[in-house]
């Protein structure tokens, strides 16, 4: 399935150092922003309160979310758990306050709006267990690391392995560097976004490199940078629809989905559209400059001359 068809190869290549310039500015500036200001991270891994209530009736998130806000607390989650009657509230650690204190003081102003709220549980969250979440988390994020880089050496080159974890490591740290300059929270759920944006950028990324792989078996009069652009070309379409339709559904979390599912549809966001740009200019470009050449994907195929180089389905199986 294809919106249209680009008749005529996109010298997407020719511009590929100006692009690459711009990224590598926007990395370093993320850098900066996470050494300088670091992450604001959630109650998952700083440590805190997590408190269960339950009503006897169904009850709006927002305004159980303004009693506990009207108490000054900063950062606190507020979501349903389970049914509409029960919301789980988690609340940072403050010093000189004790969790049961802190507890006490929220369930008392809940009552003051609703006196059938009953505490089911609370519990305290120490910095221990977030460090533990915390490098449980990065341990995901290594191994999902290698896992693409040995999948994709194993798929294509290594060249190609190393040019797109190097776009997909791009997308995150930029991810993280949104984080760390406009100081949202950084939670579990952003997490598992980061995760998520890295196998949907990679994805991209193996949909061109196929397309690479199947363009220097049949287009054999073409150089590397008119096979890599004639690869992006012919992809193109694919890409519109793709990504389009997953970006319509991010962003109608992103406005409708309230508080809870915020900061993970805006991780998911950023991640997209960085995907996009980073599979294009930055992992096409490197393998480039790597110097991939038709010796490297080729072995023993003949040119097929009944592939229509246009075709967006040809050789570009996931």
Known sequence: MEFFRIRRDIPFMENALIFNVISFITFAAAVFFLVTRGLHLSVEFTGGT??????????????????????????VQVQNFGTARDVLIRLPAQKGVSSAQQSEKVLSALRASDST???????????QVGEELATDGLKALAFVVAGI???????????????????????????????????????????????????????????????????????????TVQIIDNAITSTISRT???????????????????????????????????????????????????GIKREDLVKGGGARKDSDPNDPNAGAAV
């Not at 050496?153 to 060249?159: G, H, N």
Request: aromatic share 14%; charged share 15%.
């Open 240 to 290: 519109i629809i793709t990504h389009g339709s997953t970006q319509v559904m991010v962003l109608s979390m992103l406005l409708f989905g309230g508080p809870t599912l915020h900061y993970f549809a805006m991780a998911l966001t950023i991640g997209i559209l960085f995907g996009i740009y980073s599979s294009v200019f930055v992992a096409a470009a490197i393998a480039m400059w790597l």
């Open 50 to 75: 997590v408190m269960e209530v339950a009503y006897t009736q169904p009850v709006e998130v927002e305004k159980v979310r303004q009693s506990v806000a009207a108490l000054g607390l900063p950062d």
């Open 117 to 127: 709220v009953q505490l089911r549980r609370t519990e305290f969250v120490g910095p």
């Open 149 to 223: 880089m040995i999948y994709l050496a194993f798929r294509f080159e290594w060249k190609f392995a190393v040019a797109a974890i190097i776009a997909n490591l791009h997308d995150v740290v930029i991810i993280l560097g949104f984080f760390a300059f406009f100081q949202w929270e950084f939670s579990l759920a952003v997490l598992a976004a980061v995760l998520a944006v890295l196998g949907y950028s990679v994805n991209e990324s193996v949909v061109i490199f196929d397309r690479i792989r199947e363009n220097f078996r049949r287009l054999r009069k073409l150089n």
